[in-house]
């Protein structure tokens, strides 16, 4: 049940492919929190997933677009806006994808071409989006842009790869972009970095179920899932955030502020039972 914490707001959400999708859960609670929205995915994922199902359950206008396409973003933000009658109040970018890590090329052997494919959907998209909106005037003062990051853009994750750099542009544009978008029209603009979550892009990522299991037993308070990412971006969507901006935000259960955890531990530890003598001193190779 919601808290009406959205009523009267007006939003986007780009990126639900599937009940899998972050997006897709963003999308339930935004409504449940009161609020109208319109939804936009690529016109293949469009076919190729359930989306129509979402936007037929929220009584929400599904605009197929391309977000790596300054025209067809505009047409998103003026539909959006006859449609819901008036300006965006709310934007959600879940948008990501590299053709390097579809094809397995490890990141010492990137194809550039699909290197520049996966920084143009995953992070410039993001830049087309808020500059579309700025030129048009289509998000209301105290707006809030929203999109979803990874820690890999700090840190090095195993088989994260050309995504990492994606994540790291994207959170500077956040930043950038943040900062004229906060002085010129009170748009706040943030990144929420996410704990790892199983949803069909995830899925493409080598190693993803050590990943999972492995950040489950570092966080005190295990993963966060697709759904209480949905409950932060509501938050972060609300007025109760008013003066957040420019912020990459952890929303990983404790996972980025540890170095190593008693259970990560013990099952470091278990994996060195076959390598013990008869006196339980570790064997090294």
Known sequence: MGNNLLKGKRGIIF??????????????????????????????????????ELAEKLNAKLIPADATSVTDLEQVFEQSMEVLGGKIDFVLHSIGMSPNVRKKRPYDD???????????????????MMQV??????????????ALSYMAAQRTVFGYNDMADAKSMLESIA????????RERNVRVNTISQSPTVTTAGS???????????????????????????????????????KVTMQNLLHDGGFSSMAMSYRAM????????????????????
């Open 15 to 52: 990126g639900a492919l599937n009940d899998m999708s972050i997006a897709w859960k963003v999308a339930e609670r935004a409504v449940e929190e009161g609020a109208i929205i319109t939804l936009s995915n690529t016109p293949l994922a469009v076919r190729m997933g359930t989306t129509n």
């Open 110 to 128: 990137l194809d550039y071409d699909m290197l520049l494919t996966t920084l143009d959907i995953s992070a410039i998209s993001f830049h087309k």
């Open 133 to 146: 909106a700025k030129k048009m005037d289509a998000i209301n003062d105290y707006g809030s842009v929203v």
């Open 175 to 182: 930043r950038s972009f943040g900062y004229i978008y906060g």
């Open 204 to 242: 493409g990522v080598k190693g993803m179920d050590g990943l999972l299991d492995f950040s489950e037993r570092m966080s005190p308070l295990g993963n966060a899932t697709a759904a209480d990412c949905a409950d932060y971006c509501v938050v972060m969507f609300s007025d109760l955030t008013r």
């Open 266 to 285: 013990e099952q470091y530890n278990k994996s060195f039972e076959e390598f013990k003598d008869e006196n339980g001193k570790i064997i090294y190779g």
